[in-house]
C-alpha cells in the first residue's frame, strides 16, 4: 500500500525544546502504526515572528507539496492551526486537520473547514491551586507571572485569578507586566507567597523573551516558590505543577491520526501529569 503522507506544521522554529519535544513523541507515536506513513514537518515559527503577512509561507508550501499534498494535517499549537484554517483554500482544500489546542474553534473558519479534529490540551490552572494548597496550607498570597499568546489563554488566566481570590488572602494577577518590574516584585515577596508560571515574557521594550531564558531569570530573581504548567519549566527552576507535555502532545496528534485513519472517533485529550523537580 502506498504510505499515507501526513504533514505537521509547528508553531515554534526548528530546534527550539517544544518543537523537538512534540516532534519526539510524533516520531514515538508513529512506531505503533501498522500502515506505512510519511512524516512531513515545517517549523513555521509563527509564535516567535508575530507576523500576520503568510504570502511567503503559503506560496513555499503550495510549491513545495504540490505533486505530493498530505493526506492529513496535523497543528501543534493555537497558530498552526489558524494558519491553516485561515488558508485552506489556498494550501490543502479538504484535507482532513487534527490540531492541539487548550480552545476549540467555533468560528466560520472551523465550520467552513469540514473535516476538523481537536486535541485538548488546556493548561489545568485550578489543579495547579489545589497542588499549592495541598503542599503550602499556610499560603495567602498567590501571584501570576507570564502571559499567554492567545485571548483565550489570557482569558484563562484571569478565571484562575479570579477563583484564586476565594482562596488566598491575596491575589496578583502580573501575567502582562513586564519582566524587569516581575523581577523587582518578586524579590519583595512575603514568607507564604506561591508564584503561579505561564511562558510568555515581554520586557520593557515590548519583546517576546525566549521562555527559556525568562523563567530561569524570573526563578532566580523570587522569593517564593513556582509553579508551572509545561513540563519543560522543572529544568529552569520551577518547583512543579500539574504540566502540559510537548512528547505526550506529539504522541496524542499521532494517536488520533492512527484512530481516523482507523475509522475511530478520535476526539481525546492530551495526557497531562503532575511532575516534580526534586533537586
Known sequence: AEPKRVLLIQSWAQGTPWSSAIKHGALQGLKQSTQPIELHIENSDLIR????????LIEFLKEKYSAYPPDFLLAD??????????????LFPDVPLIYA??????????????????IADATDYLSNLGLIKQLMPQADTLIFIGGAFTAVAQQAISQAA?????????VRNLSLEPIEELEAQLAKLPANSAVIVSPYFKDRQDNLLSPYAAIRRISQASAAPLFGNVDQMLELGVVGGKMVSGEGR???????????MAGQAVSQEAQQRYMFNYR
Open 49 to 56: 515572528l508575530n507576523t500576520h503577512d503568510y504570502a511567503a
Open 77 to 90: 499549537d493555537d497558530q498552526s492551526a489558524d494558519f491553516i484554517m485561515q488558508n485552506r483554500e489556498q
Open 101 to 118: 489546542s487548550p480552545g476549540a474553534r467555533e468560528g466560520a473558519q472551523a465550520k467552513a473547514f469540514g473535516k476538523i479534529y481537536r
Open 162 to 170: 479570579g477563583i484564586a481570590a476565594e482562596q488566598f488572602a491575596t
Open 250 to 260: 506529539g504522541r496524542a496528534l499521532i494517536d488520533a491520526l492512527l484512530r481516523l
